[in-house]
């Protein structure tokens, strides 16, 4: 699989030729200036492509091209959106970026509740924390008729936690939750907005009505519209799982499984259409055996994420070591090497550790964490390689 790094642009302070000296081959990147809904020009797409070439590397990914909300919820403008996304598909292909990975998830991207868990090596990690989370749904967000998502238990511990919380963290699961997880992947939210569960409950009252049916039903007119498009300028498009793949804040939910992915794989069933296999989206449903949905699905992927989470019986979940957890990367590498080789891979998220603790990354997308994962998973690599030929 070809090595590659989600990079954020010209400003990113991660430069390309970091990149190239830890062996990345290939850039995971999008116009991140372009507001959601709007063309991405030839122009634009274009100057990006040069400049990453430049450096000795390809643009081998976009991660992401937006699916602005109105199409997912079927506003008025949706029309005008597809159209917007049709035109930024064919520039994409006609300037020879062939893979883009999006999502159709709504109005909330991955969710944790703890963006800096401490680990006993003291490293961090990504946290989600299911009673914190309802804490968040019920009595910060006030979501009506949220309580009834969760058991009697649950709640219990939810008015529990609420008379020792303090304002500082109630504080601080709205950044985690809607704020810093959100913005810098062209997010409805961001950092500085003023009232953030102002705009939230806003955002949440588009989806009134909207069940998992209805969804489905806007995914694949989306995809009736697009994908010949795409299949036009020789581009795949893959969607992400949703991450986690459970429906949250009332929200339906409809890339969580394998009878979710056969779905919008048959619903237009065309090679363009493909999925983004992420591991530790898909391994944080207890549901789900990641190694056999890749062994399933392995055909009609077209883009690989590699990380891996711990699961509680409880629903919390922690981002492991890219060597452990439910994610099984060991047998993904082996699957993946044998059933479609030549697909883009990067290593997703991993700890924050040593010098970048200061650094004013992106949450999950530090330096040195995602270079040790990078170098583990080339580990992986090289040891199917040559033991498995």
Not at 93 to 104: D, Q, R, S
Request: proline share 4%.
């Amino acid at each position: 699989m070809e090595k590659t790094w989600r990079w954020f642009g010209k400003k990113d302070i991660i430069t390309l030729d970091m990149l190239r000296q830890i062996g990345v081959e290939g850039i995971v990147t999008a116009l991140h200036e372009v507001p959601n809904g709007e063309i991405w020009s030839l122009e634009a797409i274009s100057d990006l492509k040069h400049f990453i070439e430049a450096a000795g590397l390809r643009w081998s990914v976009v991660e992401s091209l937006p699916v602005s909300e109105s199409i997912k919820y079927g506003g008025k403008d949706r029309e005008q959106l597809i159209e917007n996304y049709r035109i930024s598909l064919a520039n994409l292909g006609k300037a020879g970026v062939k893979t883009v990975c999006y999502n159709f998830m709504p109005v909330i991207d991955w969710v944790r509740t703890d963006l800096y868990r401490k680990n006993p090596d003291g490293t961090s990690s990504l946290y989600f924390d299911r009673i914190r989370f309802a804490y968040f749904d019920c009595l910060i967000l006030k979501r009506e008729g949220a309580d009834n998502d969760y058991s009697a238990e649950e709640m219990r511990q939810v008015y529990e936690l609420d008379k020792t919380i303090t304002e500082s963290e109630k504080n601080d699961l709205i950044e985690s939750i809607i704020v810093k997880t959100q913005g810098f992947v062209n997010g409805n939210i961001k950092e500085g907005d003023a009232n953030p569960i102002a705009i939230f409950k806003r955002l949440l009252a588009l989806y009134d009505g909207i069940d998992k049916n209805q969804l489905r039903e806007n995914m694949k007119y989306f995809l009736e519209q697009v994908i010949p498009t795409a299949e036009e300028y020789g581009v795949n498009m893959c969607v992400h799982p949703d991450d986690p793949p459970f429906a949250v804040l009332g929200l339906p939910r409809i890339v969580t499984s394998g009878e979710d992915i056969e779905w919008f794989l048959n619903t237009v069933d065309c090679p363009s259409n493909g999925l983004t296999f992420c591991a530790g989206s898909l391994s944080a449903g207890l549901h789900n055996d990641v190694p056999a949905l890749a062994r399933r699905f392995a055909k009609r992927t077209h883009f690989v994420h590699l990380r891996s989470t711990d699961v509680g019986e409880n629903g919390n979940f922690i981002e492991a070591s890219h060597l452990a957890g439910r994610g099984h990367l060991v047998e993904l590498i082996r699957i993946f090497e044998k059933e479609n080789p030549d697909l883009p891979m990067r290593v997703d998220h991993g700890r924050l550790m040593l010098d970048d603790v200061n650094k004013a990354f992106n949450p999950g997308y530090s330096f040195i964490g995602r270079m040790f994962a990078l170098g583990q998973v080339e580990g992986i690599m090289a040891a199917v390689k040559e033991f498995e030929n």
